[in-house]
Each structure stands twice: as structure tokens, then as C-alpha cells.
């Protein structure tokens, strides 16, 4: 559905990759026919280097294709740099939210409670829906957190329910410390498939244990 290397591939790799070669391998993605990319994260430059050229990217994106672009958005500051690039004509069809279903993993990557976090994705999503720019609501960490171990099946509804309710589009089920194995899957996607029926999910795995084909195919 949705190639992300630009974006996830590149984002735990130490050696910088040049906004020359990123278009490059961009475009070269979108001659051989890929629907839709992840291209970029608007994190702050501090936090994720590889990331300090995501307006660059964005203006040396090519037009004249079928292919959509999507953006991870980290929070307001990001939101009002990317809001700017739609107002110059180089934005993104989506821009990605997403919130830890640990806790105790978003205060320490995105250094806000669960309630901090929702309360300014709900901001950003009023201002996405005002320009048309849409929106994925990811939900992390949902099968299980490197800090806290198994993560509680309420706060993973939880997160869902806001974002159902708030309008995203889609809601992307993160698999942010590559920690899934398939009957796992099974069970919490036959879950939120009966609790949230009108949600249309996307799934998101890492191969970190090699399990990553597995639990795409079962999800």
C-alpha cells in the first residue's frame, strides 16, 4: 500500500543521505509504478538529523504523477512548517499522527502524557481538515513496549477511538519495536475489527525478529 523507506528506512541509520540521492531514489520509485510514499518526517532537525531537509524534499518532489506523498508530523511546530509548504504548493496528500499506546514510551520519545498528545493532534487535525490535507492516526507500540512490556488493550482502544472520532481517514496499528508474532496479531486485530467496524486500518510490522512477512500476511 504505502512504501516507506524514505522515511522509516532511513530514520535509525547513522550515515546522512543527501536530499540529491533521497529525490533520486524517490523518483526512481515513482517511474517503477509505487502508488504511495512515505517521504519524509517533519521531526525537529535536533532530533532526527537525516530528517533537516524535509522542506527541501518536498520542493524537489516531481508533480506529474498518480503517486501520493504522505509525511510523518510530529507535533504543532512541525505542523506549522508543513502548513507553510502547502500554502507555496509543495505539500503532501497526508500527513501521519501518531501517539505510543505506552505511555511511558510517547513521554520518553515524543515527551508527552497521552492527554498532552491528544490534545494537540486534535489542533492539528482541525487545521488538517481546513486545507484538505489527510490525515493517518497512528497508534504505536500496539503489540508490546521495549520500557513497559505488554501494553494494556484499553489504552490501544483508546488511541483508536480518538482518532476514529476526530476524523482521520485511516488508522494505521504500529508495530513500533518490531516485538508482534502473528497469533498476537490475530488476536488484537480480530479485536479492534469487531470493537471499531467503520475504522479502516492499515498495518504497519518490522522485521526486527524476522517475523515481519508473517504477521503482514496474517494481519
Known amino acids: 500500500y504505502c512504501e516507506c523507506w524514505a522515511r522509516d528506512g532511513l530514520q535509525s541509520i547513522e550515515t546522512q543521505v543527501s ?3 533521497k529525490l ?6 515513482i517511474d517503477a509504478g509505487i502508488p504511495e510514499m512515505e517521504v519524509t518526517s517533519f521531526s525537529h532537525p535536533k532530533m532526527l538529523p537525516q530528517f533537516a531537509d524535509a522542506v527541501e524534499i518536498l520542493k524537489g518532489l516531481r508533480r506529474d504523477t498518480d503517486t501520493r506523498f504522505r509525511i510523518l508530523m510530529p507535533n504543532m511546530i512541525g505542523w506549522e512548517r508543513f502548513e507553510k509548504c502547502v500554502e507555496e504548493g509543495y505539500g503532501a496528500d497526508k500527513i501521519i ?3 505510543s499506546s ?5 513521554t520518553k520519545n ?8 491528544m490534545a494537540e493532534h486534535a489542533a492539528i487535525m482541525k487545521r488538517a481538515h481546513a ?5 493517518i492516526g497512528c497508534v504505536g507500540t500496539v503489540y508490546g513496549c521495549a520500557i513497559m512490556g505488554d501494553v494494556p488493550q484499553a489504552d490501544v ?3 483508536t477511538h480518538f482518532y476514529h472520532e476526530e476524523g482521520a481517514q ?3 496499528l504500529g508495530d513500533t519495536t518490531g516485538q508482534a508474532n502473528p497469533v498476537q496479531v490475530e488476536g488484537i486485530l480480530a479485536h479492534l475489527f469487531n470493537k471499531f467496524p467503520e475504522t479502516e486500518f492499515l498495518a504497519h510490522f518490522h522485521d526486527t525478529r524476522g517475523t515481519g512477512v508473517a504477521n503482514s500476511m496474517t494481519a
Open 170 to 172: 485511516l488508522l494505521m
Open 19 to 21: 536530499t540529491e540521492h
Open 97 to 99: 499522527l501518531m501517539i
Open 102 to 106: 505506552s505511555e511511558a514510551h510517547n
Open 24 to 29: 533520486e531514489m524517490i523518483h526512481g520509485m
Open 131 to 135: 486545507i484538505g490535507v489527510e490525515i
Open 157 to 159: 482502544d483508546k488511541l
Open 110 to 117: 515524543f515527551r508527552a502524557t497521552h492527554e498532552e498528545a
